[in-house]
């Protein structure tokens, strides 16, 4: 989930706190703060995660992003936080140590759930590569991209999880899915693979100011799909939740946060992963790790 950190106990910018948030409260006892920043519920934890990594600023999307899917302090690396896009330096580092391509190398099964609109083909076909972390660590690892036929065929989900966005600001002609639906849809997919990833971007773009009108739609919708995914979790699942800076939970402001990152676990391997998890660069080993 892209940009959503562990913010002040606040009931008028936090939106968690303000909306309220039931995959905390139901399932953690309690909404997280900075003044409570772990949790823990029926084999489930919630954990603060660094994503300043040691360097000074506001941390960003480029270098974080990397730090989860290679496993390296990309920010130390450049010398700054550094995006939306990864820096030059980090572009060699993505292909030979993203996480897809860990994987494939391992001969494991590998899917990115994201659907793409035409649009986004068309960008890619035409050369340029001002692309985020997780679709060029998909194009330099031969990782599928999936387009709206996929989505239409139940093989894919929306960033924003219901597909709202394609519907109405593209006029797409697709189902409008229940939060249950593409939480059914993502663990089926899921129960195929040995890793799974669907990236969630709407929280980012809402803490920065855009699309206002959509922020409590899209705080039900991810709440309710967090939830249902949780509790539908298969005994030899594992269900990680990340992000990679701060923003979502302080709307008093249309920039990034020095809060820390918020990080859950459920399921299969949620205690162990939990205590491995401090920075941002500790996400992909702990879950290598879980391979042997």
Known sequence: MDGVGI??????????????????????GAIPSLEEQRLKGDNAYLFPVDASMGVPEIPLSGTGQTAIFCGVNASKIVGHHFGPYPHSKLIPILKEKNIFYEFKKRRQKVSFVNAYPKQFFQYVNSGRRRLS??????????????????????????????????????NYKLPVLTPLKAAQRLLKIAGENHLTVFEIF????????????????TIKVLDDFLFSTAKGL???????????????????????????????????????????????????????????
């Open 133 to 170: 972390v997780t679709t060029l660590s998909c194009l330099m690892s031969g990782i599928k991209l999936n387009k709206i036929e996929e989505l239409r065929r139940g093989k894919a989900l929306a960033a924003d999880i219901d597909n709202i966005h394609f519907v109405t600001k593209m």
């Open 234 to 292: 298969t005994s030899n699942m594992t269900l990680i939740v990340c992000s990679d800076h701060g923003n979502f939970e302080d709307l008093s402001i249309k920039m990034h946060t020095l809060n820390p990152a918020l990080g859950m676990v459920f399921g299969k391997h949620a205690k162990e992963i939990s205590k491995k998890i401090k920075k941002l660069y500790h996400i992909k080993p702990a879950i290598m790790e879980m391979y042997g």
């Open 202 to 217: 709407h929280t980012d773009h809402l803490g920065h100011g855009r699309a206002p009108e959509y922020l409590e739609h």
């Open 7 to 28: 913010g002040k106990k606040d009931y008028e910018y936090n939106p968690f706190f303000k909306y309220g948030f039931k995959t905390f409260s139901e399932i953690f």
